[in-house]
Structure formats: C-alpha cells, structure tokens
C-alpha cells in the first residue's frame, strides 16, 4: 500500500521525509512480499479444508433415525477397526444427521474415524496428522522448517513485524497530497493507464484491507515464539490458582496439542493441567457412578454443553478427562460459549471449569480475533476471510509489477535518498516504538538501518529528482 510518486509543491524537508519513509518501505515489502503471499495462500488452503470440507468427514451425512448406539459401543467398534489403539478423544456430533468422531491412538500415529452413532459404520479413517490442513497449517506458521520459537517461526514472526512497518509507512505514502481529496484516495482511477493504473488499484486495495491486514498480523503474531508466546501470552494466561486446593501436574495444556494445528484455547496453553487422584473438586458424576465415557457425555449435557463437544481421554494415571467446547476446534461458531472442564479419572468430580467469561482481557480478545481470524464464525466469515486473502495477493503482485516497470534495466532502483540526507525525531521515534513492541521485527529494521547506513553515498544519494 503505497503512492510511488514523489509530492509536489512541498518544503525540501517534507521531500525528504517522504523519500526516507518510501525507502523503508520498499525495504519492508521486499522483505515482507513473499511471506505475505504464502500466509494469504496457505490460509485459502485452510479455508477450504477446515471451512468448506474438513478432511475428517464431521460434515458427512447419515441418515437420520431415532435410535443411537451408546458412546461405549461407537468406541468399540473404533478400537476393533484398529486392534491395539486406545482412544484418545470422542467429538460428539453436530447433529442427528452427522457422524460422531473418535480419535483411536496407536504407536504408528493417530486416527480420526468418522462413525455413523446409528449403526455404527466406519465411514472415514483419516490421519490426525499429515493431513493437507496440517501441511498448510505447518507452512503458515513454521514455513515446514521448525515448530514454536524454532527457525521457521523466527521468519514469520519477523515477516509479520515487519508487515507493520509496512503498513505504518504505507499509510504515510497514501496520505491525499496535492489537492486530492480523501474520498477520491479510496476509490481506483480506471481511466489510468500503464504504471499509473497499478499504482491505482495497489493504491485503493491497500487502504480498504490495511485495518484487516493488520488484525491479522497482530492475531498471528500471538502465537509466535517471541512477541506472542514470551510476551502477550505469558502476560494473559489464565491463573491455575483459580482451581483452589486441586494438585496440578507439570504438564501445560499447551501439551496436549497434537500436531501444527492448535486445539487448545490461547489462553490456556501455558496453564498447568490438574491432577487426578485427590479429593479435591466439586461433585460432577454422582458417588458411586462409574467414569465411564458415557457418563461423561451425560455430564457435559447436564451441566450446559450444547451441540457438539470433545471428551478427551486422561494420557497416564495422573491425567484428567477434558470437556471442551471452542470455536477454535469448530465446535461452534461462538467464541464467547468456549468453555473447558477437567474431570477426575478416579472420582469423576470436576477439579476445574473455565468459561469465556473466565478468561483474562485479552484472552477474551484473542478468543474472537482467533475465529475471526480462521473463519470460524460461518460462511460469511469464510467468504470474508477469502476476499481478503485475494486482496493481500494482489496488492502484493501489484506492488511488484509497479516496482518493476519503474526499474530502470539491470538496476535493482530501490528509492534513493535526497542530498544531505538528515534522520528525523519523528522517524527515529516510530521506528523505537516498532522496535520495542515487536521485538524481533525491532531486530530486523535494526539490522537493514546499518546495512543501509554502510552502502556508499553515491547509491542512496541522488538529489531530489525521480528515479
């Protein structure tokens, strides 16, 4: 998002501030368009395979009769079509007309069996890994070269800071000079032609996403190793010491994420797990009444849970079975219903209930940023979140496009500074705040600041005409 032509009928200093903050963010594009292309390419991907046609087949229709098998008899027949696995997890359906999902873990990797609760029937067996949503999830966020705080995430985390700064000094760019109004910035000039054109669209596009594109940035950075997992995490985990007396294990609930794909709510990844095995909680199964998974399903109904929801297995002899219910899962398409219980094993007593209410500040913020974020909210998000992903795509190309037919043949014509070229406050200030808010994009500016400041005088210097 930038206008690329130099203002007019302006002081020599308000030329020189414009050709500082065009360079940087010509600096910032090139570093930053290729990263924004593949996060706006994966996130169609993921789109289509978790919005439009999950890989699991939750979506898949089964007629619809007035008699269920019992949760333990849809296990069952899970586990005998794959002798020797031990369930892991069991998603209730959405619906009469909807398949239930078990999750049978194996040595060899884990299952997702879609069942008809009816009779019974296996009709998909898939993966829970290396699926195409895992692949585009893998590639979104680690790039396939390392998971959280590992090499891939180091990039993207950089890449999205510095699509900040792209987007700060893209603003500045845009800003109506020379008599055009603002209303006349927002819409494209078809009659132009060429170069001015491109300009135009990229110009118009921009402006319309940068507030979208900058939610998403921010939403996406908050699960990085650095500014999100050290930083606005840390600082907005949900307190265990809310579970009063209940012992809690070593174990976050972060750990119980299988794969690149997230299951657990934000604000509850750094939070401990309690343990089973005390007395401690609140009466959930009635004394004396087996843990059975199907008396967990008549708790989750008895104590609120609508629609669909997850039964999560305990993993060893200190491990707690989990009720869940998040947009971020799919289970609804209401951030503000998430809600996670952990039961005893032993006891079947309730050691913990978090609802959205729960949560702290921005652990509520993040829980409708994050469904925004993944179209979790229905089709119209879904087709919103696709419309933009198209606009990031082609002010992307465009921008490309206008710096190549403005590169003069065999140069690389990054926007040169004027004469006797003097760093503002105002520069410095902005890019201090950048830095100091995103860290590691504060670490890349930094770094491209001394390459800069060490490329000789005759390359970044050529008066105040147009390159």
């Known amino acids: 998002m930038t206008a690329m032509a130099e203002p007019q009928q302006h002081t020599a200093a308000n030329i020189r501030l414009y050709r500082a903050v065009w360079r940087w963010h010509f600096y910032a594009g090139l570093f930053v368009i290729p990263f924004l292309v593949i996060l706006a390419a994966s996130g169609l991907g993921m789109l289509f395979v978790t919005g439009v046609s999950p890989e699991y087949g939750e979506w898949l229709e089964v007629e619809a009769r007035s008699g269920t098998l019992g949760v333990a008899d ?52 898939t993966p829970e890994t290396g699926t195409w949503n895992e692949f585009l999830t893998n590639l979104h966020g680690e790039l396939l070269i390392g998971g959280n705080g590992g090499v891939g995430d180091a990039v993207m985390e950089i890449a999205a800071s510095l699509g900040i700064t792209m987007l700060a000094t893209g603003l500045y760019l845009w800003w109506p000079r020379n008599g055009r109004g ?22 118009s596009v921009g402006i319309w996403m940068s507030v979208f594109l900058l939610f998403f940035l921010v939403s996406g950075l908050a699960w990085s190793g650095v500014w999100g997992g050290r930083m606005v995490q840390a600082w907005s985990t949900f307190p265990a010491q809310k579970w009063d007396d209940v012992p809690l294990s070593d174990q976050t609930h972060a750990g119980t994420n299988h794969g690149a794909a997230k299951e657990v709510p934000w604000t509850l990844e750094q939070t401990p797990l309690p343990e089973s095995g005390s007395a401690a909680g609140v009466e959930g199964l009635p004394h004396g009444v087996p843990v059975t998974t199907q008396a967990l399903v008549a708790l989750g109904r008895d104590i609120g849970f609508e629609g669909r929801f997850q039964i999560s297995a305990p993993t ?26 952990h039961v005893d094993q032993y006891t079947g007593r309730i050691l913990a209930d978090v609802k959205f209410a729960d949560y702290p500040f ?3 913020v993040m829980a409708i940023g994050i469904a925004l974020h993944e179209g979790q909210l229905g089709w119209w998000n879904v087709a919103l979140n696709a419309l933009f992903c198209l606009a990031v795509i082609f002010a992307c190309v465009s921008g490309a496009v206008m710096w190549w037919k403005r590169r003069p043949a065999g140069r690389f014509a990054a926007p040169v500074y ?20 995103f860290p590691m994009g504060g670490a890349a500016i930094l770094a491209f600041a001394l390459i800069d400041a060490l490329l000789p005088r005759r390359l970044k210097e050529a008066g105040f005409q147009n390159t």
């Open 74 to 125: 849809q296990i069952a027949k899970a586990e005998a079509w794959h002798p020797g696995g031990r369930l892991g997890k069991y998603v209730t359906p959405w619906g009469p007309g909807r398949p239930a999902l078990v999750r049978i873990d194996l040595p060899a990797g884990n299952r997702m069996l879609a069942i008809d609760p009816h009779g019974g029937e296996i009709l998909r067996d």
């Open 182 to 203: 603002l209303l006349a910035s927002l819409k494209p000039d078809l009659s132009l032609r060429g170069r001015a054109l491109w300009k135009s669209l990229h110009e």
């Open 316 to 341: 060893d002899e200190t491990g707690v079975w989990t009720l869940s219910q998040d947009s971020m899962s799919y289970d609804s398409t209401n951030p503000t219903a998430d809600r996670t219980v």
């Open 362 to 364: 921005f652990g509520k």
């Open 418 to 437: 004027p004469r006797e070229f003097r760093l503002t406050a105002g520069v410095c200030a902005i890019a201090l705040v950048l830095g100091l808010a």
